[in-house]
């Protein structure tokens, strides 16, 4: 496969690499952030901390149950 | 689902978005991807080039991608600015480091292709400063968004910094035209059409349509974490003033 590439198969190999890698870094990056988004989330929630339209929301599937 | 661009104002309906068209988007970036290298590795080599060629299919698409994607900053920018859009800024700091990422892969293979056919790594000639320019820009925009802790605060001066910025965009663009530069000039993009064969151009358009879908892929994902970034802060903030 390098020989197939000549005599500047290195710099052809390298430049996939690098490519490869730094898209690999941008999907592990949006990936590992998300997780940790999530994990924050659900421990203020966890702490009764909740956001006004959330309590809202709550607050009114709460009043259409029927007594 | 048609959602309007006031509906999209609403980062929860987004969300409920982001999560639906997600998975379509990345599982077409990758399909695309390999379908673009499959043709890559059956095009031909150039008769000047030789197979140095083949770090075109990566280094073409990563440039136009550098711009793209900073004027979609810019679109943002005037969003934050105008229309004070609750997204547009997210849009903008999200798109910034995928931003510099391409514009770091359009440098460095762009330097493993002029060292052999050039035979240097770099000359600081008008196409390649200006796009080290617009790097720099990428990485003094992400400082700012860390530097400055209020989200509303930050998003006015990225977004003026954006707008100063996007000056650059045509110098990029028409700069091997400007000036006498070692960059060749355009050969897609011309008044008179492609001046590439099919048998490069037709890999090289897939490549381009494959690594946009995994732009726009990664920049829905920044998003939604954006998004739940703020969420957090602002929970964060609730729950320091009610333990006061």
């Not at chain 1, 959330?54 to 599937?61: D, L």
């Not at chain 2, 720099?136 to 989200?151: F, H, K, Q, V």
């Amino acid at each position: 496969m390098m020989a197939a590439l000549g005599p500047h198969a290195a710099f052809i190999v390298v430049s996939y690499a690098i490519a490869a890698l730094v898209v690999a870094l941008l999907v592990a990056w949006v990936v590992i952030d998300h997780r940790a988004q999530v994990r924050r989330l659900g421990d203020l929630e966890a702490r009764g901390v909740r956001r006004r339209s959330a309590a809202r929301a709550e607050a009114g599937s709460d009043r259409k149950v029927p007594s | 689902m048609a959602l309007s661009f006031t509906e999209l104002a609403n980062p929860t309906r987004f969300l409920a978005l982001v999560s639906a068209v997600l998975p379509w988007t990345a599982g077409a970036a990758v399909l695309v991807l390999a379908w673009g290298l499959w043709l890559v590795s059956g095009s031909p080599e150039d008769y000047q080039q030789g197979a140095t060629v083949y770090i075109m299919y990566i280094h073409v698409p990563s440039a136009w991608l550098s711009m793209f994607t900073y004027a979609m900053m810019a679109v943002s920018a005037l969003g934050s600015l105008v229309w004070r859009h609750p997204l547009a800024d997210v849009a903008a700091k999200a798109a910034a480091p995928i931003g510099a990422a391409f514009t770091f892969l359009a440098l460095v293979t762009g330097s493993l292709w002029g060292r052999p056919m050039w035979g240097t790594w770099w000359v600081w000639d008008a196409r390649l400063t200006s796009v080290l320019i617009l790097f720099i820009m990428y990485l003094g925009l992400i400082a700012l968004w860390r530097t400055i802790e209020d989200p509303t605060r930050a998003a006015r001066a990225a977004a003026v910094l954006i707008l100063v910025g996007t000056v650059n965009l045509p110098i990029i663009k028409f700069s091997v035209d400007w000036w006498n530069t070692l960059h060749q000039p355009a050969s897609v993009f011309r008044m008179d059409g492609p001046t590439i064969d099919g048998s490069m151009l037709t890999p090289l358009l897939v490549m381009a349509v494959g690594f946009t879908l995994a732009m726009l892929s990664l920049h829905l994902a920044a998003m939604r974490n954006e998004i739940l970034r703020r969420r957090v802060r602002t929970l964060g903030l609730l729950a320091a003033g009610g333990a006061r």
